[in-house]
């Protein structure tokens, strides 16, 4: 920028030693501003020498150094990655150990059995259902958690509230639908119950993918956005289709015990392998040490806009 | 009153600091007060002064408290605050298309 090196913002004498707590360390509020010069050059500078050009091109910068500065979705890819491959025994037609006939093996309250979650799919074993309940529920409190405390370590907090409410509420729906399908009968609301969707008991990373949609609009994230579209689509194959097929056609013939686990294991694998890779990209991303508007920057930043 | 770009201006957020205060706290649910700092490489003092008149303007939210015994300041956008950044970059848009698309005129001797 033009003016970058005038105005007492960007010039010699910013104070190397101030506090980042800002003005809440005197709780005054002033800061040291009363003893600082007043920004009016400063404002005049800004609209004697900035372009538009400038301007915008200094907004395009900070918002883009910002959005890295606070892209930490790495965290709940891997977390549901690791939920994911911890459901493995769920899935393992062995499971429990001589487990006694289908449906006597279910117990407990009929709604926690929600098809939803896995439960009473073909392809999975007792408590899936309890356990993606679980999981889901365990998964949201950590990224929340997480968010918190990445956006107190960094300075700026991602939005993740919209993410633990969709969370939530996909699991209420999840769980109340059945119910209410099943007091219906063969009414209209069997609608909400697609069996060829539900029947393998693999629909619960649906239900993250959908999560992982919404944080990707909270993280103001392409690849985040990419990386949930691909899981989503999936995971949507999984609960469609019985994916042993292909390692069968590709001369794989699985164990019939283990023939659930391609639909487990790939999605989870997406998201381990993608969280892996957010994880190296956003540990590479360091903060510049100067200001997208100090001395010189501004100039280069009009040049490349 | 013409519908000139320039209308469009908001002599509080035309202003590069605090367009770039906007413009951050636009991109999360709230900054920290030392992010800010870092980022727009302003002191302390200078950043304080700028968030009064955003905030005084009501374009943004200043929350002071600690975490554990560390005072931390956050600073959230408004509704208004949103508003008056958008139309800002939407007349600096429009100022800056205008000026590619208008002809050069020779240069009077």
Redesign the interface.
């Known amino acids: 920028?033009a003016d970058g090196a005038q105005g007492?913002?960007?010039d010699g004498?910013?104070?190397p030693g101030?506090?980042?707590?800002?003005?809440?360390?005197d709780?005054g509020?002033?800061?040291?501003?009363?003893?600082?010069p007043?920004?009016a050059a400063?404002?005049h500078g800004?609209?004697a020498h900035?372009t538009?050009?400038?301007?915008?091109g200094?907004?395009r910068t900070?918002?883009r150094?910002?959005?890295r500065?606070?892209h930490a979705y790495w965290f709940p890819l891997v977390l549901f990655g690791l939920l994911s491959c911890a459901s493995v025994p769920f899935y393992l037609r062995s499971f429990p150990p001589g487990g006694g006939s289908f449906l006597s093996r279910y117990r407990g309250p009929a709604f926690l059995q929600s098809q939803y979650l896995g439960g009473f799919g073909f392809m999975t074993g007792v408590g899936a259902a309890y356990y993606w309940l679980a999981a889901i529920l365990i998964g949201l409190g950590a990224t929340a958690v997480w968010y918190r405390v990445r956006?107190?370590r960094?300075?700026?907090?991602?939005?993740s509230r919209g993410f633990v409410i969709t969370g939530l509420v996909l699991l209420a729906f999840a769980l109340l639908i059945p119910v209410l399908a099943t007091r219906a009968g063969a009414g209209p609301l069997t609608i909400l119950m697609p069996g060829d969707l539900l029947v393998r008991g693999t629909f619960p990373p649906v239900l993250i993918g959908i999560g992982l949609c919404v944080l990707a609009w909270a993280e103001?994230s392409i690849a985040l956005t990419v990386i949930a579209a691909a899981y989503l689509a999936l995971s949507l194959v999984a609960s469609l289709y019985d994916i042993e097929n292909v390692f069968y056609d590709l001369g794989w013939n699985l164990n019939p015990t283990d023939s659930g686990l391609p639909n487990v294991v790939l999605p989870a694998l997406v998201l381990l392998l993608s969280g892996a890779g957010a994880w190296v990209v956003q540990r590479r991303r360091r903060?510049s040490?100067?200001?997208?508007?100090?001395p010189g920057h501004?100039a280069t930043t009009a040049q490349a806009s | 009153m013409t519908d000139h770009p320039t209308n469009g201006l908001d002599e509080i957020v035309h202003q590069r600091h605090r367009l770039g205060i906007l413009t951050i706290t636009a991109e999360a649910k709230r900054a920290e007060f030392g992010y800010l700092r870092e980022a727009l490489d302003l002191t302390p003092g200078n950043l304080s002064r700028h968030l009064t008149v955003l905030e005084e303007a009501g374009m943004v939210e200043v929350e002071k408290g600690y975490e554990g015994r560390r005072p931390r300041t956050w600073v959230s956008i408004t509704r208004k605050g949103r508003s008056a950044l958008t139309a800002e970059l939407d007349a600096l848009t429009k100022l800056v298309r205008g000026h590619k698309a208008e002809p050069e005129r020779p240069a009077s001797s």
């Not at chain 1, 101030?18 to 360390?25: L, M, V």
């Not at chain 1, 509020?29 to 600082?36: D, F, T």
């Open positions: 920028m007492p913002a960007s004498s910013r104070d101030g506090d980042s707590s800002g003005p809440a360390g709780p509020g002033e800061g040291s501003g009363g003893s600082e007043t920004d400063e404002d800004a609209y900035a538009p050009e400038q301007l915008l200094q907004a900070v918002r150094q910002a959005r500065a606070r956006g107190n960094v300075g700026l907090r991602t939005p103001r903060p040490p100067a200001g997208p508007l100090g501004a």
